[in-house]
Antibody, heavy 122, light 106 residues
Framework: EVHLVESGGGSVQPGGSLRLSCAAS????????MNWVRQTPGKRLEWISV????????KYADSVKGRFTVSRDNARNTVYLQMNRLFAEDTAVYYC???????????????WGQGTLVAVSS | DIQMTQSPSTLSASVGDRVSITCRAS??????LAWYQQKPGTAPRLLIS???SLESGVPSRFSGSGSGTEFTLTISGLQPDDSATYYC????????FGQGTKVEIK
């Protein structure tokens, strides 16, 4: 059974940093790209990043480019999201999700974690 | 970015009703559209991909249709368990989601 567990969320002041982790199990981790998607307090969903199976190729939404960095450790079956220079607008529940690939890219996800809350406030 | 607009924002219907949710894209996305169901406190659940392909384990009362810029999610025979928020999601390019449609049972 596919299982994804996020951790690392919490409260942080504007301008601060957090690193999220997503531990995967139940599938061959290094065969899959991974997505990060966030959901704002208003329930809007926003895709923010994808990393390919090797970790060598990454993409970001414009809203986080230059501030967030996605990485993975295939030996630990874990994907990370390093978030720097956080703004209040980054407050959201952050989900990791296993990416399913199509000819257009690896942006669709059947399996999601339970999410971790990031709250940016002074 | 491709904008996705769902309607209605909320709908209320009775058990057994047929309900439809519409999703419009700001430009053509061919068939690269998915539908998700989300219940409070849980992650989104993928129901349909490629506009009309039902995911494994999803009840057959759910169906999707459309291509280009206009898409529809239909629930034929609404059940109490279908009370949730539904999101469309385009993935022809950097993905974007609709704002959601909350389905309530009368």
């Amino acid at each position: 059974e596919v299982h994804l567990v996020e951790s690392g969320g919490g409260s942080v002041q504007p301008g601060g940093s957090l690193r999220l982790s997503c531990a995967a199990s139940g599938f061959t981790f290094n065969n899959y790209a991974m997505n990060w998607v966030r959901q704002t307090p208003g329930k809007r969903l926003e895709w923010i990043s994808v990393i390919d199976w090797s970790g060598e190729n990454t993409k970001y939404a414009d809203s986080v480019k230059g501030r967030f960095t996605v990485s993975r450790d295939n030996a630990r079956n874990t994907v990370y999201l390093q978030m720097n220079r956080l703004f209040a607008e980054d407050t959201a529940v952050y989900y990791c999700a296993r990416a399913d690939c199509d000819s257009t890219g690896c942006y669709r996800s059947e399996y999601w974690g339970q999410g971790t809350l990031v709250a940016v406030s002074s | 970015d491709i904008q996705m607009t769902q309607s209605p924002s909320t709908l209320s219907a009775s058990v057994g009703d047929r309900v439809s949710i519409t999703c419009r894209a700001s430009q053509s996305i061919s068939i690269w559209l998915a539908w998700y169901q989300q219940k409070p406190g849980t992650a989104p659940r993928l129901l349909i991909s490629k506009a009309s392909s039902l995911e494994s384990g999803v009840p057959s009362r759910f169906s999707g249709s459309g291509s280009g810029t206009e898409f529809t999610l239909t629930i034929s025979g609404l059940q109490p368990d279908d009370s949730a928020t539904y999101y469309c999601h385009q993935y022809v390019t950097f993905p974007t989601f609709g704002q959601g449609t909350k389905v309530e049972i009368k």
